[in-house]
């Protein structure tokens, strides 16, 4: 019984083991892409500032100029922070 048991804490602890490796390396893959994605748009998208009798407007375009978002200055700045903020302050 006894080594049946040891037996059992074995297999356990191999389980647990491969668990863990498989948590850690979705993790790293998971991180690696949404990392590729932001790097990806970030050399897609270009910044056009506007600027006209009521103030700063940014826009951001794609490549081919499509229009992906448009706005006040300040409204910009807080929305790219606050989507991209943990990738830049790594």
């Known amino acids: 019984m006894a080594e049946l048991i040891i037996l059992a804490l074995d297999v356990l602890q191999k389980y647990q083991r491969t668990e863990e490796q498989h948590y850690v390396t979705s993790y790293v893959q998971i991180a690696l892409r949404d990392y590729e994605t932001w790097q990806f748009d970030h050399e897609q998208a270009f910044t056009l500032q506007i600027k006209t009798k009521g103030g700063a407007y940014l826009c ?17 700045s807080s929305a790219v922070t606050s989507t991209y903020d943990e990738w830049d302050n790594m």
């Open 60 to 76: 951001i375009t794609n490549m081919d100029q499509t229009i992906i978002w448009c706005g006040r200055s300040t409204e910009m």
